[in-house]
């Protein structure tokens, strides 16, 4: 019998997402390239597959020219919680830009697929709600945030440019906020900031008055809709919306991680940061009937697996990662 297996290169996957999509494509059979910088990726997070023969670690920033082969690329390089994209935002924009520029240069030569992990954020502060794919946002050019907006806008069009103009097979998953194990300790979002201030009995950091939604969908689903987009059709390009519609008032996710952890910590509150959306919810019709693909996870289930592993970590069976990424 012939050799079925892809050897298929994942940009950021030494991040969050890139190290359990990569879980799921070894664990199929397929053979992974990991290319990533380190930026906000560990090697803590894909340390499990050193030795394996499947699965190759090359250090490489995107924003350089890569020549390799392989069947098909998942672009997921690019910092994504706010702290660490607005660390450095020109190199955010250059990740988002000169990145899917050099990863759709290298699917063009080879001729292969290509996905892109865009974003919820391509819809700005949203006046439609919940979000549609057909919905073109509202986001401001010159914001704090810009840098990662825009650029995952750029880079949307960088795609269909490509698939326009040279017949590329392009996705384009627009990702809403998702949380799991590996989350970077140190990066600020909301779900992973709210468990560890609740296992520490710190305060909890309400941005605002806590009433902005946020619609939290479980890694482990997420991964799911990726694979069956980069497996999906050569006519469904997308854009689609993989989310979960399980819609929170950031308060409501507060007191909810409060009661999972039988935590004593209390509300405090800080100012809103500038642009933050108001509220955000994914349509997902379109998951549903191209992919056939929604979220199994329920909320609760999900986050008391995250609350299991940053137990372990802050109980200091593991050391959490350094701010660079490093081990
Ligand atoms: P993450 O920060 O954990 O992972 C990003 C990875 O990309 C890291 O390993 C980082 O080192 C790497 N990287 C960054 N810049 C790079 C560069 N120039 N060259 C090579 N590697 C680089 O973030 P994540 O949550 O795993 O997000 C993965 C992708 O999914 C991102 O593209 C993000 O925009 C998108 N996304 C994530 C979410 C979410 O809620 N997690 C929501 C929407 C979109
Ligand atoms: N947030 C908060 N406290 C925190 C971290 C975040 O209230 O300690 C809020 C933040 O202002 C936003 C929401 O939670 O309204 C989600 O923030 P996150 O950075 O996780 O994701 P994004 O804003 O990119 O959706």
Redesign the pocket.
């Known amino acids: 019998m012939l050799d079925q297996h892809q050897r298929i290169i994942v940009t950021g996957g030494a991040g969050f997402v890139g190290s359990h999509l990569t879980d799921k494509l070894l664990a199929r059979g397929d053979e992974v390239i990991c290319v990533d910088n380190y930026y906000t990726g560990s090697k803590r997070n894909i340390l499990h597959h050193i030795g394996n023969p499947m699965y190759e670690m090359m250090r490489h920033d995107v924003t350089f020219p890569l020549y390799i082969e392989a069947d098909n690329i998942f672009h997921l390089a690019c910092p994504a ?2 702290i660490h994209y607005q660390h450095d935002p020109v190199q955010t924009l250059k990740t988002s830009v000169h990145g899917s520029i050099n990863m759709l240069g290298l699917a063009k030569r080879l001729g292969i697929r290509i996905l892109q992990a865009s974003t ?2 391509v819809y700005g502060d949203p006046n439609v709600h919940p979000q549609e794919e057909s919905y073109w946002g509202n986001v401001n050019p010159i914001g704090i945030r810009s840098c990662y907006d825009e650029g995952k806008r750029a880079a949307e069009t960088l795609f269909f440019d490509y698939h326009r103009q040279h017949g590329l097979e392009i996705k384009v998953a627009r990702i809403f ?1 998702t949380f799991g194990p590996r989350m970077h300790v140190n990066d ?4 992973s ?2 468990i560890i201030q609740a296992l520490r009995g710190e305060p909890i ?4 008055e ?1 009433l ?1 939604t ?1 619609s939290f969908c479980y890694v482990d689903d997420l991964v799911n809709g990726l694979i069956a987009l980069m497996d999906s059709p050569a006519d469904v390009t997308g854009p689609i919306n993989l989310g979960n519609p399980h819609e929170l008032t ?1 308060r409501e996710l507060a007191e909810s991680i409060i009661d999972l952890t039988g935590s004593a910590s209390k509300l405090t509150f ?1 100012d ?2 500038q642009d ?2 108001m509220q ?1 919810r994914p349509n997902i019709d379109k998951a549903r009937e191209l992919l056939n693909w929604q979220p199994t996870v329920a909320f609760e289930d999900g986050v008391r697996k995250t609350i299991d592993y940053f137990d372990t970590l802050l109980s200091g069976n593991q050391h959490p990662t350094k701010p660079n990424g490093q081990v």
Do not use: C, M, W, Y
């Open positions: 919680a706010p919820s954020e906020n600020g979002r909301v779900v900031n709210f950091t309400i941005f605002g806590g902005q946020r950031i800080k809103l940061p933050d959306p955000r």
